[in-house]
C-alpha cells in the first residue's frame, strides 16, 4: 500500500508540474491536486490529514482542512503579505519609490556601467538583513519595496532584480531562524553556537560562488531575452518633497532597530513585520498629509493601500494556501516518509547516503514550497541516521537545514518566490526558472565543499 501511495503521489506531481509548465492557472490547479491527494490519503490509510476540529464526516473533513488552511495562512503570513503589498501601492501612489530612487541614482550612479555587479551585491546584504528578519517572505517584499525600483534603475531586468532579492534569503541562518532552532536542537548546541561554528564556515563560500553564478546567469538570460533596454532614461527629480525617500525603506529599518539581534533600542519591545508596516503607514500619512495641506487627497491616495492589499490577496494569499492544501496531500500519502525510507535502504557510504538525503530534501522544499516544511519532515530522524551511517550528528544535519531553504527558492509554489514574484509583476514560474542555474550550482558546491572539508 505505501508503494502504491508513492508512485500514486509521483505521477500526481509529475500531471501537476506538466499543467504548471503549460501555465494553468496554478491556485485551481494545486488545490484540486492537494483535495486529490487529501482524498486519497484517507482512502489509503497512511498518514490522513485531519483537521484539527473535525466536521464528523470525512467527505468534509477534507474540506474543513481548506478553511483552516486559509484561516492560519491569513493569521500568519497573509497579512502580512498584504500589508506590504498594500504598503508598496501607497508608496507608489505618493511617488516615495521615486524620490528613493532619485537620490539613490546619485551615489549608484557609477553601478549604471556594470549593473549586474549592483545586484549581486544584494545578496550579502539582504542575507545580513535576513539574520535580524527571519521571514523569507517578509524580507522579500520589505527588499521589493525599497531595493528593486533601484535595481531596474540601474539596469537590470524585473526577473534579475527579483532573483538576487530571493537568493538573500537561500539560507535560513541566524539565532532567529526555526530552522537554525532545530538543527541546533538536534546536534545539542545552542542556536548562536550552531550559527557561529558550523552554519557561516560553510555558508560564507557557499554566497561566493552564489553570487557568481547569478552574474552571469542572469546577464545570459537578461541578454538573450532583450529584457533590458540598451539605453536607459535619465532620472528625472520627482515633484514631491525628497525626504519621502525614507518612506519605502522605513519598515525594513523599524525592524533592524527593534531587533533583538541588533540591540540598538532595548530587547524588551518585541514587534513583527506586520507592525512595522502599518507603523510605517501611519508615519506615511501623517508626511502626505502635512505636505500636502488637503485631507481629502490624503484619504485619497490611501486608498490605494486597500486596492494593493486586495490585489495582494487574490494573486499572492490564494497561492500560498494552495500550495499548502498540496503540500499537505503530498505528507497525507507518506510521500516524504518514503523518501526517506528509500534513500536509507539503497545500501550506499556514509557520505553516499548523505548526498542522497540532501538531494531529497532539496528536492522536497521545491515541491512542497516550504523550506520548513521540507526540513522539519527530515529533521527528527537525522542525528539517529547520522549514527549509522558513522558521521558525526552535524555533518548530516547542516548541509540539510541548508539544503532545504536554497530548496526554497526554486520552487514556483514557495510563499518567498510567490509574494514577490506577484508584487514585481513577473511570473512565479519565470521567476523559479531563473534560481535554477545558480541555486543548483551553488547546491552542489556547498556539498562538495562540506565533505571534502569534514
Known sequence: MELSAFIVAIVIIGVTG???????????????????????????????????????????DVIRLVEETFTKNFARAGLMIMTIGGYVAFMNAIKATDALVYLSMKPLRWFRKFPYLSAIVTI???????????????????????????????????????????????????????????????IGQTNDEYFI??????????????????????????????????????????????????????????????????????????????????????????????????FNKTFALFGTFWKGMGNV????????????????????LGFIDSLVNYSSNAGLTGIGISVIFAIVVFGAAVLMGSGNAAFFSFGPLLPLVATRIGLPAFALVLPLQLSASMGRAVSPISGIIVAIAGVGGVSPMDLAKRNVIPLTGGFLFLLAYHFITL
Open 18 to 60: 506538466y499543467f504548471l509548465y503549460k501555465k494553468t492557472n496554478p491556485q485551481g490547479l494545486l488545490l484540486l491536486s492537494g483535495l486529490l491527494m487529501l482524498a486519497l490519503g484517507i482512502a489509503f490509510g497512511i498518514n490522513p490529514s485531519k483537521p484539527d476540529n473535525p466536521t464528523g464526516s470525512t467527505f468534509f
Open 124 to 186: 550579502p546584504i539582504g542575507q545580513l538583513l535576513f539574520i535580524t528578519t527571519p521571514s523569507a517572505s517578509g524580507l522579500g517584499l520589505l527588499l521589493v519595496a525599497s531595493f528593486f525600483p533601484v535595481l531596474i534603475n540601474l539596469g537590470v531586468s524585473r526577473l534579475t532584480a527579483l532573483s538576487v532579492i530571493a537568493a538573500a534569503t537561500i539560507f535560513d541562518q541566524g539565532p532567529g531562524s526555526a530552522n537554525t532552532a532545530l538543527a541546533a536542537q538536534l
Open 197 to 294: 561554528t558550523h552554519q557561516l564556515p560553510l555558508v560564507l563560500p557557499t554566497t561566493l560562488v552564489v553570487m557568481v553564478l547569478y552574474y552571469f546567469s542572469n546577464r545570459y538570460f537578461d541578454r538573450k531575452d532583450k529584457s533590458v533596454e540598451e539605453k536607459l532614461p535619465e532620472v528625472t527629480r520627482p515633484e514631491v518633497p525628497l525626504f519621502y525617500a525614507i518612506l519605502p525603506v522605513l519598515p525594513l529599518a523599524t525592524l533592524v532597530i527593534f531587533s533583538p539581534f541588533v540591540g540598538l533600542i532595548g530587547t524588551h519591545i518585541k514587534i513583527n513585520t506586520t507592525i512595522a508596516m502599518i507603523f510605517s503607514l501611519f508615519v506615511s500619512l501623517a508626511a502626505v498629509a502635512f505636505c500636502n495641506r488637503d
Open 313 to 332: 490577496f487574490a494573486s499572492v494569499v490564494t497561492l500560498i494556501v494552495a500550495a499548502e492544501v498540496f503540500s499537505k496531500g503530498l505528507i497525507s
